[in-house]
C-alpha cells in the first residue's frame, strides 16, 4: 500500500487509521485548494451563455495548455493547434488566443498560427474574459483539467478537453454538474471514440445481434527502452520562463522548478495517473460507448507494477512513480465486465474484442473494421457479418470536427460527458485499488466509495498521499 507520509501501514488498526486520515486530508486539501475548484465569475453568479452559433457561423477558438516544444520531440508537438490550422477552412474556424505558462510555447503556437491578431497569455483568465471566444481546447497536464473545464464553461465556452477527464474522481463529479447546468458542449478528448467500428459496435449490440455482451477487452502497449514520457528537456526552460508555482496549481506536494518533473510529468503522481491516465483512456472510452449503454462500475480492481526501471536508461532521467504495466478490471450493473491492459515494456496487443452470451465482435486497426462471429451454439440463428474499410481510422482530426459540428448543432459529441463521467469512474477507481491494494466498489446513487467489508473509502486527492 502506497505510504501517506506519517502512516504505519502495520496492523488492522493502522489500516483503519489510514482510511480515516485519507477523509482528513481530502477535507483539508478540498478546503486549501478553494481556490482551484471556484469559478472565475463566482459560484452564486449565473454562467454566462455564450453566443449562440449558427449551422454557419464561424467558431473562434481559444487554447489553454498548448502541448510540448520543440515539435520534433516525440510526443511534445503543438498538437492540437497544428490539426486545427490544418483543418480551418473545412471547421470554419479562427484561432485567436493561446495561454501556456512557458512562454516559449506561447511565442510558437502563435508563430503557427500566423497573423497579428492572434494573442498570447499567460492567465487563462483574461483569455476567457473575451467575448469573441466560443470554445477551449484545454491540453494541459491532468490538475488543471477540471478547473479550467469549468471556469471555461462558467463563462459560456464550449470546451474540448484532453484525456483524463480530471485528476481525482471528486472533480470530475464537479466537470459533469457543470456541463449539465451550463449547457455547454463537452468532448473528452480520447478520438478513438469517433472511429466508425465502435459506434457500429453499439449499434449491432442494442439491436441484440451479439445476445447479453459478457465482457470485452482492450490494450494499448507500447515499449520503450528508454522509459516512456522521458521526452527531451530544452536546457533554457527553468523560472525565468515558466510560472512553475501556477503550473503546479492544486498540487499538494509544491517542490522547487524541477525540469524532469516539467517536461515529463506522466512520470510522477502528483501530474497525473500514468498509463492509467494516459493510454487506458484510449481503449476504454471506446469500448464503454461500444456497448451502446456505458454505465457506472459497481467494482474496480487494477494492479500495475514497475519492475523493469526503463528510466535508468535514459541519463539523468528520475525514477517514475507510475506503473510501467498496469491492468484493471471494471464490473459494471448489468453483470458486463471490460478488462484492459497498457504496457510500456512490451509491446505486443492481443487485439479488441466484445464478447457476447450469441456472439462476439471483433474491432480491427483502432476501429476501422469490425466482424461478428457467432457462437457455436448459435449459428444456426445468427448469420456472421463484417464490414472492413470504415472510416475514420482513429483521428485527432476527425474527433476534433464531431466537436464543432456538434456545437452548431447543439448536439451530443461522440465522447461526451455522460461517457466522460463513467470512464473517469473507472480510471480513479483503478488508481486507488492499485495504490492502496484494495478492491474498489462504487454506488452511482451516492458516489461513495466503499471496501468489500463495507467500509467508506475517501477518493484519492490532493494531499491524501505524499505524492499528491
Not at 50 to 57: E, F, H, K, M, P
Not at 227 to 245: F, K, L, R, T, V
Not at 257 to 264: I, K, L, Y
Request: with cysteine; glycine share 8%.
Amino acid at each position: 500500500m502506497e505510504q501517506n507520509s506519517n502512516l504505519s501501514t502495520a496492523g488492522g488498526d493502522s489500516r483503519r487509521d489510514f482510511f480515516k486520515k485519507a477523509a482528513t486530508a481530502t477535507a483539508a486539501a478540498v478546503a486549501s485548494a478553494n481556490v482551484f475548484k471556484t469559478p472565475v465569475y463566482g459560484q452564486n453568479q449565473a454562467p454566462s451563455t455564450g453566443r449562440a452559433i449558427g449551422a454557419n457561423d464561424r467558431i473562434t477558438v481559444g487554447y489553454v495548455g498548448i502541448g510540448g516544444w520543440p515539435s520534433n520531440c516525440p510526443g511534445m508537438g503543438l498538437a492540437h493547434v497544428q490539426s486545427q490550422k490544418n483543418n480551418a477552412a473545412e471547421n470554419n474556424i479562427a484561432q485567436a488566443a493561446v495561454c501556456d505558462l512557458y512562454s516559449v510555447r506561447n511565442d510558437h503556437s502563435k508563430e503557427l498560427i500566423g497573423g497579428a491578431d492572434v494573442k498570447a497569455y499567460s492567465d487563462y483568465r483574461k483569455l476567457l474574459e473575451r467575448k469573441d471566444i466560443d470554445a477551449i481546447v484545454i491540453s494541459t497536464h491532468d490538475t488543471w483539467h477540471a478547473k479550467i473545464s469549468i471556469d471555461s464553461m462558467e463563462a459560456g465556452k464550449h470546451v474540448y478537453c484532453e484525456k483524463p477527464v480530471t485528476r481525482y474522481l471528486p472533480e470530475v463529479f464537479d466537470v459533469h454538474d457543470t456541463v449539465k447546468r451550463t449547457g455547454k458542449v463537452y468532448q473528452a478528448g480520447s478520438q478513438g471514440c469517433s472511429a466508425a467500428a465502435w459506434s457500429r459496435a453499439a449499434e449491432w449490440i442494442k439491436a441484440g445481434k451479439i445476445g447479453k455482451p459478457v465482457w470485452a477487452q482492450g490494450y494499448y502497449n507500447r515499449n520503450n527502452p528508454k522509459g516512456e514520457w522521458n521526452y527531451s528537456i530544452i536546457n533554457d526552460a527553468g523560472p525565468q520562463n515558466i510560472d512553475w508555482q501556477t503550473w503546479l496549481g492544486p498540487v499538494h506536494n509544491k517542490i522547487p522548478f524541477n525540469a524532469d518533473h516539467f517536461f515529463r510529468w506522466r512520470k510522477f503522481y502528483p501530474y497525473c495517473t500514468g498509463l492509467l491516465g494516459d493510454l487506458v483512456p484510449h481503449r476504454l472510452f471506446p469500448l464503454m460507448l461500444a456497448t451502446g449503454n456505458p454505465e457506472f462500475p459497481t467494482r474496480v480492481v487494477s494492479v500495475g507494477t514497475q519492475a523493469w526501471n526503463t528510466d535508468e536508461h535514459t541519463p539523468g532521467a528520475l525514477k517514475r512513480d507510475v506503473p510501467e504495466h498496469v491492468e484493471l478490471i471494471a464490473e459494471f450493473p448489468s453483470g458486463m465486465t471490460i478488462v484492459i491492459a497498457s504496457s510500456t515494456v512490451n509491446a505486443t496487443s492481443p487485439g479488441f474484442v466484445i464478447y457476447g452470451h450469441e456472439a462476439t465482435l471483433s474491432i480491427g486497426d483502432q476501429g476501422n473494421r469490425i466482424e461478428l462471429v457467432p457462437e457455436r451454439q448459435f449459428s444456426e440463428e445468427i448469420d456472421p457479418e463484417a464490414e472492413n474499410g470504415l472510416t475514420p481510422h482513429e483521428d485527432v482530426g476527425v474527433h476534433e470536427k464531431n466537436w464543432f459540428d456538434s456545437i452548431r448543432s447543439n448536439k451530443t459529441p461522440n465522447a461526451s460527458i455522460d461517457l466522460a463521467v463513467r470512464a473517469q469512474t473507472v480510471i480513479s477507481l483503478a488508481e486507488m485499488s492499485n495504490r492502496l491494494k484494495i478492491a474498489c466498489l462504487f454506488d452511482e446513487k451516492t458516489r461513495k466509495v466503499t471496501t468489500g467489508d463495507g467500509k467508506e473509502v475517501a477518493p484519492l486527492t490532493y494531499g491524501s498521499t505524499d505524492r499528491s
